[in-house]
């Protein structure tokens, strides 16, 4: 999916196969779980609903839970007009330094000592400057992502915004330059010593799966359940 930006077409480029490090994305603790592999980065942010957003408001760290989607080399995340991060990103700022975070876990792992208790996760970190969405077109185009992020198909089963919700919706974007994902898989990691002590050790994964969807009880007689959301 292509959107236009500032109402100029964008033309897809050929694309390296990893992100360039920078002294911000190179973690100082457990480096070689850091990985810049463009595909990994990707999957890792389109399987998730919920990004963390982090900025700095009046001289401290501000950090926000809020939807976001993925549309090529950019990310958009959806808020109010009224939100404070959004407002920081209008046209008379130059864009919003912001540090933009989604994770996984996948995995709780139990040692038998205390200290290598641990989960097995996947993680994404975007450092940026986040600025605001005015071109109509590509806000129209973000929003319709951001839908259907959290459901594909469900943008064209929906009502669009009119324009009295779209004055009152926000966009921002930040592209996806200085980026890393970090990732703990594997087992337990306890001392040789600890191996025989009487405590069970291992891994218990976690899972996430839709749920039998529950209609609202004002549901216009006749409606039936879209084939996107059957639940197997």
């Known amino acids: 999916m292509e959107i236009a930006m500032q109402g100029t077409a964008q033309q897809p480029t050929p694309q390296p196969a990893a992100y360039t490090p920078t002294d911000r994305t190179v973690p100082t603790r457990s480096p070689e779980r850091a990985s810049y592999d463009r595909e990994l980065v990707h999957a890792i942010l389109d399987e998730s609903y919920v990004c963390h957003l982090g900025f700095v408001r009046d001289g401290r760290p501000v950090v926000l839970p809020t939807l976001y989607a993925r549309v090529g080399e950019r990310l958009y995340v959806h808020g109010s ?42 993680s994404v970190v975007v450092h940026g400057t986040a600025h605001d969405v005015t071109d109509p077109e590509e806000k129209r ?3 319709d992502a951001l839908v259907d992020h959290v459901v594909p198909g469900r943008a064209a089963d929906s ?71 059957a639940v197997p």
């Open 159 to 229: 009502r669009p915004a009119n324009k009295k919700e779209l004055a009152a919706t926000a966009v921002i974007r930040l592209d996806l330059n200085e980026i890393s994902a970090k990732l703990r898989t594997g087992g337990v990691n306890d001392e040789p010593e600890d191996l025989t002590l009487p405590h069970w050790a291992g891994i218990v994964p976690l899972r996430k799966g839709y749920e039998p969807p529950v209609p609202d009880t004002d549901l216009a007689p006749g409606t039936q359940l879209p084939e996107y959301l």
């Open 81 to 122: 007009t009224g939100s404070r991060p959004l407002r920081m990103t209008g046209k008379a700022d130059p864009g919003l330094p912001v540090c933009l975070t989604v994770t996984h876990v996948d995995a709780l792992v139990l040692a038998r000592s205390a200290f290598h208790h641990s989960i097995n996760y996947r």
């Open 141 to 143: 185009a973000a929003l």
